[in-house]
């Protein structure tokens, strides 16, 4: 099934749910309003429908591949990645002054989420170009933002992130990886990165590594980590690339899924075999602070990959689709004179809604999100900054857990809509779910996001910004409950429930992260999950709201309309729910998670 992107869905959720024209009345952006963002998504779709898309099974079949210690990527990839630069995509929402557009992050996200629903191993390339730029922009010194930021901007160059080694997964403190200070002022990197994506490619004429590695004399644990820029090739003072740098390609993996996206083992100081010189690597911003900085890109690349689940689902949902109003098996159930096309039968039916109204809530919740980080970083009072800046970051986790475990889900029922068929590779649904299960772990794993969620974003202000969300929340269940419609009404009376609960949550965790560690911790994941769907249901309530009072208007696509309105109370139906049983595991408490010793299990 070819991919179709949901443009409609798009446009409605950035005018009616993430307010464009408030974005665009952000100093710097006033001409990025609606009818900005509908022309620049109409052409993202044009490209990656016709482009990117079409590379995507290919991709799976013949994946990167390495020889010599160069990868070759999947056939077609290096065109369209030419194209995608040519186009200016990477540059969406990086400054002008460097070479991008300047646009809202809130019109790049739906970009994003294009290109990642078109081909996510694909998409993984400028995804860690993104995290790259925006280190550097804000650590870089301005001879490092004047030398890469433009070629990275431009598609030149590419960039990666460098974090993970054998022994240190995503605990970072472990990094062994050395820097040795040179009397020019740059340093020698020394050591192994490993899941290092895009870390070898044949796309663009260079590859900026960014690097955590640890000084001489640092002290131990995270804050003896400082940042290194280290190019593939050397460039000069005008950023033309020449002699290659100490770092190669040992190894590509071989994964369950994103299998053209070639992730690297790379060696720094070893010479293809031999004890080498080292790299030469350019201290970003102060040493010891290499994690903080990085953090910037993380950020960045976790809502990423939020947008990755939101991307992959759609993709899921649209194949699953197709299947089912081709497949004709069995009759209706109601009777009927011969086999009809499976989207007739109701449990096929409750799988598609379950999979729509999935995918629709989380799309909704990012692009809130985005728009909030736009008001956070451009808004002109300086106290609602800060107020939405805390709200996007308590958002993030949530964007990236809980949108990525969705995914799985809304993949794992697209094969069982396909029955037998989703179980052969050949239809494309196995594919979707493969590519899935990293989802929730790469850029920091589902416990990492729920326990930063308890903690930094809880627990530490007291529920003072979770509280504040819920506020509007319950604003919302009120505006719902008033509406005139019955489903609207219903809608209201199961999101004020939802929220209730969401907010007795809060309150527990509050009560018991000091008092109890384990407990707080051992209940992030359903804390977590909980205010995925009420957050969800929140911003499904409110399209249907925005739905029903474009309905008056006598040009209105009313179909669609009203489709937004079924989705919103189905979610808060049959997937809400869900919400209060979350709750009572984090009432519950860790009690029984850890009861058993060690030698039980």
């Given at each position: 099934?070819?991919?179709?992107?949901?443009?409609?869905?798009?446009?409605?959720?950035?005018?009616?749910?993430?307010?464009?024209?408030?974005?665009?009345?952000?100093?710097?952006?006033?001409?990025?309003?609606?009818?900005?963002?509908?022309?620049?998504?109409?052409?993202?779709?044009?490209?990656?429908?016709?482009?990117?898309?079409?590379?995507?099974?290919?991709?799976?079949?013949?994946?990167?591949?390495?020889?010599?210690?160069?990868?070759?990527?999947?056939?077609?990839?290096?065109?369209?990645?030419?194209?995608?630069?040519?186009?200016?995509?990477?540059?969406?929402?990086?400054?002008?002054?460097?070479?991008?557009?300047?646009?809202?992050?809130?019109?790049?996200?739906?970009?994003?989420?294009?290109?990642?629903?078109?081909?996510?191993?694909?998409?993984?390339?400028?995804?860690?170009?993104?995290?790259?730029?925006?280190?550097?922009?804000?650590?870089?010194?301005?001879?490092?933002?004047?030398?890469?930021?433009?070629?990275?901007?431009?598609?030149?160059?590419?960039?990666?992130?460098?974090?993970?080694?054998?022994?240190?997964?995503?605990?970072?403190?472990?990094?062994?990886?050395?820097?040795?200070?040179?009397?020019?002022?740059?340093?020698?990197?020394?050591?192994?990165?490993?899941?290092?994506?895009?870390?070898?490619?044949?796309?663009?004429?260079?590859?900026?590594?960014?690097?955590?590695?640890?000084?001489?004399?640092?002290?131990?644990?995270?804050?003896?980590?400082?940042?290194?820029?280290?190019?593939?090739?050397?460039?000069?003072?005008?950023?033309?690339?020449?002699?290659?740098?100490?770092?190669?390609?040992?190894?590509?993996?071989?994964?369950?899924?994103?299998?053209?996206?070639?992730?690297?083992?790379?060696?720094?100081?070893?010479?293809?075999?031999?004890?080498?010189?080292?790299?030469?690597?350019?201290?970003?911003?102060?040493?010891?602070?290499?994690?903080?900085?990085?953090?910037?890109?993380?950020?960045?690349?976790?809502?990423?990959?939020?947008?990755?689940?939101?991307?992959?689902?759609?993709?899921?949902?649209?194949?699953?689709?197709?299947?089912?109003?081709?497949?004709?098996?069995?009759?209706?159930?109601?009777?009927?004179?011969?086999?009809?096309?499976?989207?007739?039968?109701?449990?096929?039916?409750?799988?598609?809604?379950?999979?729509?109204a999935l995918t629709e809530g989380a799309r909704s919740l990012a692009y809130f999100a985005a728009a909030l980080s736009d008001l956070g970083h451009h808004g002109a009072?300086?106290?609602?900054?800060?107020?939405?800046?805390?709200?996007?970051?308590?958002?993030?986790?949530?964007?990236?857990?809980?949108?990525?475990?969705?995914?799985?889900?809304?993949?794992?029922?697209?094969?069982?809509?396909?029955?037998?068929?989703?179980?052969?590779?050949?239809?494309?649904?196995?594919?979707?779910?493969?590519?899935?299960?990293?989802?929730?772990?790469?850029?920091?794993?589902?416990?990492?996001?729920?326990?930063?969620?308890?903690?930094?974003?809880?627990?530490?202000?007291?529920?003072?910004?979770?509280?504040?969300?819920?506020?509007?929340?319950?604003?919302?269940?009120?505006?719902?409950?008033?509406?005139?419609?019955?489903?609207?009404?219903?809608?209201?009376?199961?999101?004020?429930?939802?929220?209730?609960?969401?907010?007795?949550?809060?309150?527990?965790?509050?009560?018991?992260?000091?008092?109890?560690?384990?407990?707080?911790?051992?209940?992030?994941?359903?804390?977590?999950?909980?205010?995925?769907?009420?957050?969800?249901?929140?911003?499904?309530?409110?399209?249907?709201?925005?739905?029903?009072?474009?309905?008056?208007?006598?040009?209105?696509?009313?179909?669609?309309?009203?489709?937004?309105?079924?989705?919103?109370?189905?979610?808060?139906?049959?997937?809400?729910?869900?919400?209060?049983?979350?709750?009572?595991?984090?009432?519950?408490?860790?009690?029984?998670?850890?009861?058993?010793?060690?030698?039980?299990?």
């Open positions: 099934m070819s991919y179709v992107a949901p443009l409609k869905d798009m446009l409605f959720v950035l005018r009616h749910l993430a307010g464009i024209d408030r974005v665009a009345s952000l100093p710097g952006f006033a001409d990025a309003g609606y009818d900005t963002a509908q022309a620049v998504l109409e052409e993202c779709a044009k490209f990656n429908e016709g482009v990117v898309a079409p590379l995507n099974r290919g991709g799976d079949i013949e994946p990167s591949t390495l020889a010599a210690g160069e990868v070759t990527t999947s056939p077609g990839f290096r065109e369209a990645f030419r194209q995608f630069a040519d186009g200016g995509w990477q540059g969406v929402q990086h400054p002008e002054e460097f070479g991008g557009q300047g646009l809202p992050k809130l019109i790049a996200t739906p970009c994003m989420e294009m290109l990642n629903s078109a081909n996510l191993s694909f998409a993984l390339c400028p995804l860690l170009t993104d995290g790259a730029i925006e280190a550097l922009l804000v650590a870089g010194s301005q001879a490092q933002k004047q030398l890469f930021v433009p070629n990275l901007i431009s598609g030149a160059w590419t960039g990666t992130m460098n974090l993970t080694e054998p022994q240190a997964g995503s605990d970072l403190a472990l990094v062994r990886a050395r820097a040795v200070p040179q009397a020019d002022g740059t340093y020698r990197i020394f050591g192994q990165k490993i899941f290092i994506t895009f870390g070898e490619h044949d796309m663009a004429g260079n590859i900026v590594h960014l690097v955590l590695a640890r000084t001489p004399d640092a002290p131990e644990g995270v804050k003896g980590i400082s940042l290194f820029v280290v190019p593939k090739f050397l460039v000069d003072a005008g950023g033309k690339p020449g002699q290659r740098n100490d770092v190669w390609c040992q190894s590509i993996e071989h994964k369950l899924g994103i299998k053209a996206s070639p992730t690297a083992v790379l060696i720094y100081g070893d010479d293809k075999g031999a004890v080498g010189p080292g790299a030469i690597g350019y201290l970003v911003g102060e040493e010891n602070r290499g994690l903080e900085y990085m953090f910037v890109m993380m950020n960045s690349a976790r809502f990423a990959v939020g947008m990755q689940g939101v991307a992959l689902a759609e993709r899921a949902y649209q194949h699953a689709v197709g299947h089912a109003r081709e497949r004709v098996q069995s009759r209706d159930v109601a009777g009927s004179s011969g086999p009809v096309a499976i989207i007739r039968h109701p449990d096929v039916r409750r799988m598609l809604m379950t999979m729509r009072d300086e106290a609602a900054r800060r107020r939405d800046s805390a709200a996007y970051e308590f958002l993030v986790p949530i964007v990236k857990g809980w949108s990525t475990e969705m995914s799985i889900e809304v993949a794992s029922l697209g094969v069982q809509v396909h029955g037998g068929m989703g179980f052969i590779e050949e239809t494309g649904a196995a594919q979707f779910y493969r590519d899935a299960r990293i989802l929730t772990i790469y850029e920091g794993t589902t416990a990492i996001q729920a326990n930063d969620l308890i903690g930094r974003k809880t627990a530490r202000d007291g529920g003072a910004v979770a509280r504040e969300i819920l506020a509007q929340v319950r604003e919302t269940a009120s505006a719902l409950a008033a509406d005139g419609d019955a489903r609207l009404g219903a809608i209201g009376v199961r999101l004020a429930r939802a929220a209730a609960g969401l907010e007795a949550s809060v309150d527990a965790i509050v009560a018991s992260f000091k008092a109890d560690t384990h407990a707080a911790y051992g209940a992030s994941v359903p804390y977590l999950s909980q205010a995925g769907l009420v957050l969800c249901g929140w911003q499904l309530g409110r399209a249907a709201l925005a739905a029903r009072a474009l309905l008056g208007d006598p040009v209105a696509d009313r179909g669609f309309l009203e489709a937004k309105i079924a989705t919103a109370q189905f979610f808060a139906e049959h997937l809400l729910p869900r919400a209060a049983a979350h709750g009572e595991a984090v009432a519950a408490g860790a009690g029984s998670t850890m009861a058993l010793d060690e030698s039980a299990f």
